[in-house]
């Protein structure tokens, strides 16, 4: 059985950072590519950030500069270090493992950012 669990979200003011974790099991982690996505309330699911099974990273203009994805295949654990957290980063976060057609989403984990 797949599963794939985000942690690390929360309530954090502007200009602050956080970690979120994706721990997936049940397949080989090391030849998925992870991505991180988010979805503000009103809003559609948006690519935050994915990397490559080859550590090939893209983020969103958005994020750029701001948050960094990376990977611990030894631990089967996806991270996106969030720094200089703004307002509008706000949102249910999701990790997605994809291989071709296989593809599987956590949960999500809810980022608020607020003063």
């Known amino acids: 059985q797949v599963q794939v669990v985000e942690s690390g979200g929360g309530l954090v003011q502007p200009g602050r950072s956080l970690r979120l974790s994706c721990a997936a099991s049940?397949?080989?982690?090391?030849?998925?590519?992870i991505g991180w996505y988010r979805q503000a309330p009103g809003k559609q699911r948006e690519l935050v950030a994915t990397?490559?099974?080859?550590?090939?990273?893209n983020y969103a203009d958005s994020v750029k500069g701001r948050f960094t994805i990376s990977r611990d295949n030894a631990k089967n654990v996806g991270y996106l270090q969030m720094n200089f957290l703004k307002t509008e980063d706000t949102a249910v976060y999701y990790c997605?493992?994809?291989?071709?057609?296989?593809?599987?989403w956590g949960q999500g984990t809810q980022v608020t950012v607020s003063s």
């Open positions: 990397i490559s099974s080859g550590n090939s990273t």
């Open positions: 997605n493992a994809r291989l071709g057609r296989l593809e599987y």
């Open positions: 049940g397949i080989i982690f090391r030849f998925y590519a």
